[in-house]
């Protein structure tokens, strides 16, 4: 069994900083994409940013240049850093990963989410 386990949400005043964490463990056999999503109140879910195959980023525009995604291959861990805050950043964060098990093949599993609020 997979699971994503996310750490590192909280609140913060604009202009702040904030580290995420996310560790995959399980019977993994490959790990082919693995990144960021968020969630505002009202809002459909986006990305944030991602890690793809070969190991090339993705970013949404509204988070290049404060945010950055980076990983921990031997840990099976990706980390996001966020700098810069701001109000409309507050939403609810998920680690989302594209994984292949023996028993599953490859498929998208997402972590439980953890919560960023920045106040203006």
């Known amino acids: 069994q997979v699971q994503l386990v996310e750490s590192g949400g909280g609140l913060v005043q604009a202009g702040g900083s904030l580290r995420l964490s996310c560790a995959v463990s399980?019977?993994?056999?490959?790990?082919?994409?693995m990144g960021w999503y968020r969630q505002a109140p009202g809002k459909q879910r986006e990305l944030v940013a991602v890690?793809?195959?070969?190991?090339?980023?993705n970013y949404a525009d509204s988070v290049k240049g404060r945010f950055t995604i980076s990983r921990d291959i031997a840990k099976n861990t990706v980390y996001l850093q966020m700098n810069s805050l701001k109000a409309e950043d507050t939403a609810v964060y998920y680690c989302n990963a594209i994984i292949g098990t023996v028993s599953a093949g490859a498929r998208g599993y997402w972590g439980q989410g953890t919560q960023v609020t920045v106040s203006s």
């Open positions: 399980g019977s993994i056999v490959s790990i082919a994409a």
């Open positions: 890690f793809i195959s070969g190991g090339s980023t």
